[in-house]
């Protein structure tokens, strides 16, 4: 604002100032004619008859008709540009040469008025009839009109300064207040993006009018929004993980009843016949294996599901214990889980989330493969990245729950709460740095690729 009033001030200044120019050079110019016409009728016959005091006389004579115009110094000489009589003869001679400038003063023209000079020049050819008999010089004091130049500019200046300062005042109070109601809504999203998603005071709200006004209703109700689809989303992942809890505690469960009749059986073996050492050595050993598969079973549940802060480094038998979990799901739909594990030392990843992350596409391929085949899971270190790979012969996974899993920028949630799980290992994974890739076989299924990068301690150590 205050840059287009300068600009504004400029340009009205500019304008009044050529205007006073023009003006003051047709006055000035049309005094000179009449000054010169004066003067060229008294001189031209005294020229004519070479009668220098004639010419002195009526020089004197327009200077004393012509006060108003202010003339400063006036020449007549003959055809030779040699004075004749001048206004001043002691500065110029008779029969002496015109001074040269003099004559540039006025150049080819017969009138010459700069803006802010102090001084016009005129000239004026006498010619009697048809020849050149002299030429008059003339010169005018044009002080007062460039102070009065002068006193305009300032004038000018002064008031375009004022205006300028209020119009631009005036401006940024009048932008500052259209823009106040964008400025609230611009610091509500900067802080949504960085802290959390706050709600316009409903003082604010009401106070506003107008397109604001609905605007800020609408932005509220979009934060309301916001904050109950994040609490159901919420709401719907910890359900999720409690029905998969359930299903997986419903699984061990089935895991552990098994062998127990055996384990029953074995006992009431010993004690009926425990004193046959064939048949006490059998069911003892029958006994310790049935055991033993128990406490597997419930050291990798425990090892799963800690909910202590104890970071652990993943070990080979992190992920040879998956296939320990999921077997019972994948022997109820008769399905075969193959894990080819190339791990040999601990790797400097938090083992918990990667676990639950491989676990949930372990579920999933599961369920998604027909009955008879084979669920492939494959672990690898290459180039200091961990590289698992989940294969299934099922239908293939839905774009839509790829894209969720991948985390692609158009992934929406699934309907009725569906892809939970595949979010839920979206995010444990994400947090790691890992890259998730989905790939469609050409014969058919489903094939899962994760690269988690990690750093080696010895490499940090160096560094420190």
């Known amino acids: 604002m205050a840059a287009l009033m300068v600009l504004v001030g ?102 010459r008025f700069d803006s802010g000079a102090d001084r016009a020049h005129a000239q004026r050819e006498l010619s009697y009839p048809g020849r050149k008999v002299g030429t008059i010089y003339a010169s005018f004091d044009t002080r007062h009109l460039a102070i009065e130049r002068r ?32 400025r609230i809504l611009s610091d509500h999203l900067g802080n949504a993006r960085e802290n959390h998603v706050a709600a316009i005071a409903p003082d604010i709200v009401a106070a506003s009018h107008g397109e604001f006004g609905r605007l800020f209703q609408a932005y509220n109700e979009l934060v309301h929004s916001t904050a109950e689809r994040q609490e159901l989303s919420k709401r719907l992942a910890e359900e999720e993980r409690l029905g998969s809890l359930g299903r997986l505690a419903s699984a061990l469960a089935h895991e552990i009843n098994n062998p127990l009749g055996g384990l029953f059986n ?88 990667i676990r639950q992350a491989v676990l949930n596409l372990l579920l999933n391929a599961v369920a998604a493969a027909p009955e008879g085949s084979t669920v492939a899971l494959s672990a690898a270190v290459t180039d200091r990245r961990l590289l698992v790979e989940v294969r299934d012969r099922g239908r293939g996974l839905p774009h839509e729950a790829a894209a969720l899993l991948t985390g ?16 839920m290992t979206h995010r444990l994974l994400g947090d790691l740095g890992a890259t998730i890739c989905v790939d469609y076989p050409e014969d058919t299924g489903t094939c899962v690729r994760v690269s988690v990068p990690f750093t080696c301690d010895e490499e940090l150590a160096n560094v420190a």
């Open 10 to 111: 400029v340009v009205l200044s500019e304008r009044v100032l050529s205007r006073l120019d023009d003006t003051q050079e047709r006055h000035l110019r049309e005094l000179t004619q009449s000054y010169l016409d004066g003067l060229s009728s008294a001189a031209a016959p005294s020229i004519l008859r070479d009668d220098v005091w004639e010419v002195f006389d009526a020089i004197e004579r327009a200077q004393q008709l012509n006060k108003s115009l202010r003339p400063v110094e006036a020449i007549v000489a003959n055809a030779d540009n040699r004075v004749i009589a001048a206004s001043d003869p002691r500065a110029h001679p008779v029969g002496a040469m015109v001074s040269s400038s003099i004559i540039a003063a006025t150049g080819r023209e017969t009138f």
């Open 151 to 182: 006193d305009v500019l300032t004038a000018l200046i002064l008031t375009n300064g004022v205006l300028t300062f209020l119009l631009a005042a005036a401006g940024w109070l009048l932008v500052a207040r259209m823009m106040r109601p964008i």
């Open 266 to 353: 074995a006992l009431a073996t010993v004690k009926s016949h425990g004193q046959i050492e064939s048949v006490r050595v059998g069911s003892v050993g029958l006994l310790e294996r049935g055991l033993v598969g128990i406490r597997d079973v419930v050291r990798t549940t425990l090892a799963l599901y800690r909910t202590d802060d104890t970071r652990r480094h993943l070990m080979a038998a992190d992920i040879d214990d998956l296939g320990l979990l999921v077997a019972p799901e994948a022997r109820r739909r008769g399905i075969s889980v193959t894990i080819v594990n190339t791990l040999d030392n601990s790797i400097p990843l938090p083992s918990t989330p």
């Open 408 to 423: 692609a920028a158009h992934a929406r949630p699934l309907s009725a709460g569906a892809g939970l799980g595949l979010w």
